[in-house]
T-cell receptor, first 119, second 111 residues
């Protein structure tokens, strides 16, 4: 149990375009999903927290109009990087926590990550 | 806020035992996670300690002292595949919201 998928696993786009990243919990209900960004040799930095059916809560310094998060169901959250620029190139990782068989309380289960490169 | 300290790099020999320490200073604390992250991959869950003491899971054990703000991850019978970064992360009072990650300890296992 506790499998989280992300799609795509990598994406290359031109500056100014938008990119959507999907995060799905495959075998449990994700009441909360988290989006992180990780630059090389740095730790995971939380960008936002989203609860199903509610607006996401963004961390300080993260532009909510640039990083659009939608958590429409208990198994799917999306992150859209709008008008991407080279400085947005990073490793984006989602995680999910929730309820289900074998799901640890308070534990976040991570997706495999999406490597975004903006040219 | 949360402040987490762990060594940035460690090297250990295959078959040996290694202990990765983590100290934290928090305004509120609920529990501490250890995650393993291989290069270019997402973290995978190893352990979650809420109460003081040692929890063992196969070759991996995790210890927590809430009064000292201290935890360690113990890896026994090291294998080459254990070469990875090990992330210490704390959760605030109230549960899993806003988990704060340390920078991670990059462990290199050598033959």
């Amino acid at each position: 149990g506790a499998v989280v998928s992300q799609h795509p696993s990598w994406v290359i786009c031109k500056s100014g375009t938008s990119v959507k990243i999907e995060c799905r919990s495959l075998d449990f209900q994700a009441t909360t999903m988290f989006w992180y960004r990780q630059f090389p040799k740095q730790s995971l930095m939380l960008m936002a927290t989203s609860n199903e059916g509610s607006k996401a809560t963004y961390e300080q310094g993260v532009e909510k109009d640039k990083f659009l998060i939608n958590h429409a169901s208990l198994t799917l959250s999306t992150l859209t990087v709008t008008s991407a620029h080279p400085e947005d190139s990073s490793f984006y990782i989602c995680s999910a926590s929730g309820t289900g068989w074998g799901i640890g309380t308070d534990t976040q289960y991570f997706g495999p990550g999406t490597r975004l490169t903006v040219l | 806020g949360q402040n987490i300290d762990q060594p940035t790099e460690m090297t250990a020999t295959e078959g040996a035992i290694v202990q990765i320490n983590c100290t934290y200073q928090t305004s509120g604390f609920n529990g501490l996670f250890w995650y393993q992250q291989h290069a270019g991959e997402a973290p995978t869950f190893l352990s979650y300690n809420v109460l003081d003491g040692l929890e063992e899971k196969g070759r991996f054990s995790s210890f927590l002292s809430r009064s000292k703000g201290y935890s360690y991850l113990l890896l026994k019978e090291l294998q080459m595949k254990d070469s990875a970064s090990y992330l210490c992360a704390v959760t605030p009072l109230g549960g899993y919201q806003k988990v704060t990650f340390g920078i991670g300890t990059k462990l290199q296992v050598i033959p």
